[in-house]
C-alpha cells in the first residue's frame, strides 16, 4: 500500500529524462512485489494528449527494463465502467496517474466502480499507486482545482473539490516552487487547519508508505504547510473577494530522503547525503 508522488507530466524531455529513470520511477518498481516484473497500468485520462503520454511512459518504463505495461485510455464514464479496464486494474501491481487536468479525474472516476476497486485494492494489498502532476494532486480526498498564484490569498479564488481519496488529512498542489502557489496553500490549509498542505517542486516526489510515512524522493524541493498550531485567521469573516490574513502559519522544506510522520507530524531530517553527477545516493540509515 505505497503512494509515489510528483510534479513533472511530460517525461521525455532531456533535462528530465534522467530524473525519471533514476528517481521516481525506479523506485516506483523497486517498491512493488514483482519488481521488474510488475504489471503496471498507465491511467492517462487527464491528459489531452492520452495517446502521446502514453507511449512517452511505455518507453520510459522500458528502460528500467519493466516489460508488462498497459495504457488505460479512459476518457469518459462509461469507459470506467467498461469489464475490459476493471479486470487489469485487478491484476495491476503498479497503477499510475499522469499529468494533466485534475478535475477530469475527479469527475470521471468519482462514485465508479472502477475508484472503489482501486481504493480496496490499496487498503487490503501491496498495490502502488502512483500519479504525476494532476495525478499527484487528485491523490488526496481534497483537492485544489483552480485559483491564480497571485490572487490565491483572496477569499473565494482557490477552489477545492473532492479527489481520488487515496489519502487522508493532506492536500497536494504541484508545479509548486516553479509557478509560486505557496499562496493557494496557505489559503487551503487555512480554510481547513487539520490537513497538511503539501507543494511538490519540479523533479520532486513523495513516497507514501502505509499512509502514514512520507519520504522525499527526487532532486526537487517538497514544501509542507502545517496549520495545526495555526493562531489566528479571519478568513470566515472577511467577504468575497477580500484579502485574506492568517497568524503564525508553519511551513516546512523537505529534501531528498527526509521523511515525514504523518500520524506524529514530525519531519526529520536527513544530516548527509552523497551526489555524483546529478544522481543522489541515500546516506546510511541510522533508525
Known amino acids: 500500500m505505497n503512494t509515489s508522488l510528483g510534479s513533472q507530466e511530460y517525461i521525455l524531455k532531456p533535462d528530465h529524462l534522467k530524473f525519471f529513470e533514476e528517481g521516481i520511477l525506479k523506485r516506483i518498481i523497486t517498491e512493488s512485489a514483482k519488481k521488474t516484473g510488475s504489471i503496471v497500468e498507465v491511467i492517462t485520462t487527464a491528459s ?7 507511449v512517452e511512459y511505455i518507453d520510459a518504463f522500458n528502460l528500467l527494463n519493466v516489460t508488462h505495461i498497459g495504457v488505460l485510455d479512459i ?31 475527479s469527475s470521471i472516476f468519482g462514485g465508479t466502480e472502477f475508484l472503489q476497486v482501486l481504493k480496496t485494492r490499496y487498503q487490503k ?14 491523490a488526496s480526498t481534497n483537492m485544489i482545482y483552480r485559483g491564480q498564484s497571485n490572487k490565491a490569498l483572496i477569499k473565494g479564488e482557490v477552489q477545492i473539490t473532492a479527489g481520488l481519496g487515496f489519502i487522508d488529512s493532506v492536500i497536494i498542489d504541484t508545479h509548486f516552487v516553479q ?21 511538490l517542486g519540479e523533479d520532486a516526489g513523495l513516497l507514501i508508505t502505509e499512509g ?30 477580500s484579502p485574506v490574513s492568517i497568524k ?16 506524529q507530524n514530525q519531519l526529520n531530517i536527513k544530516k548527509s547525503i552523497k551526489v555524483e553527477e546529478g544522481v543522489f545516493i541515500a546516506p546510511t540509515s541510522t533508525e
Not at 499562496?183 to 487551503?188: E, H, I, Q, T, V
Not at 503564525?248 to 500520524?263: A, G, P
Open 125 to 138: 494489498e501491496n498495490l502502488v499507486i502512483a500519479g504525476t502532476s494532476a495525478g499527484a494532486a487528485a
Open 48 to 54: 489531452q494528449i492520452p495517446e502521446l503520454v502514453g
Open 179 to 199: 509557478r509560486g502557489r505557496i499562496g493557494r496553500l496557505l489559503y487551503a490549509v487555512a480554510s481547513n487547519p487539520g490537513m497538511l498542505g503539501i507543494g
Open 212 to 241: 502514514t510515512m512520507m519520504e522525499a524522493i527526487g532532486s526537487g524541493l517538497t514544501i509542507l504547510v502545517n496549520g495545526r498550531k495555526m493562531a489566528e485567521t479571519n478568513i470566515y469573516d472577511v467577504e468575497m473577494g
Open 75 to 105: 476518457r469518459t464514464r462509461e469507459d470506467a465502467g467498461k469489464k475490459e479496464y476493471l479486470d487489469r486494474i485487478r491484476k495491476a501491481d503498479v497503477v499510475m496517474f499522469t499529468g494533466g487536468d485534475q478535475l477530469r479525474l
Open 248 to 263: 503564525n502559519m508553519r511551513v516546512s522544506v523537505m529534501s531528498i530522503f527526509d521523511k515525514y510522520d504523518l500520524i
